[in-house]
Structures are given as C-alpha cells and as structure tokens.
C-alpha cells in the first residue's frame, strides 16, 4: 500500500495535521494548568521546537554532513 504514489503524501499530510493538533491542544493544557494566556504559551512553545530542532540540525551537520547528504539525496530521487 506503501508503494503507491497516490497514498504516500496525503497519509504524510495527515499525519502532519494530526501532530500538530496533538501539539496545539498539549500547549492549550499547559496554559489552563499553569493559568498563563495560551499565545504565551504557544510562541514559547513552538520558539523551544524550533531551537531543538535548529540545534539537531547543527549538530548533525557538523558530525554527519547532513546538508550534502540532503543535496544528495534529493539529486539521486530527481534523476
């Protein structure tokens, strides 16, 4: 089922739309235990994402030189 183009990205997409719901309604949860307005909660949130994501990035970059492997990758599936 795996195999065909036709069900890959909108089962990626779900997926996608499913976390992030997943996600919104965890900082939703937080921001009512801890009192705190949900659009602090939020931007704080998604700021912490976004640095752990940079920080993996970066330190996968420098070890494993994953921006030529990503180049790569995306030559070999495009030819």
């Known amino acids: 089922l ?3 183009q036709s069900y890959v990205l909108p089962i990626f997409i779900l997926i996608g739309i499913t976390s992030l ?12 235990i801890y009192d705190v307005r949900p659009i602090r909660i939020y931007f704080i949130g998604f ?15 420098y070890t494993q030189s994953l921006t030529m492997y ?5 030559q070999t599936m495009s030819s």
């Open 70 to 74: 990503l180049k790569y990758l995306i």
């Open 21 to 32: 719901w997943v996600l919104i309604r965890f900082f939703k949860g937080v921001s009512i």
């Open 2 to 4: 795996m195999e065909s």
């Open 47 to 61: 700021l912490v994402i976004i640095m752990i994501y940079i920080a993996i990035y970066g330190y996968l970059d």
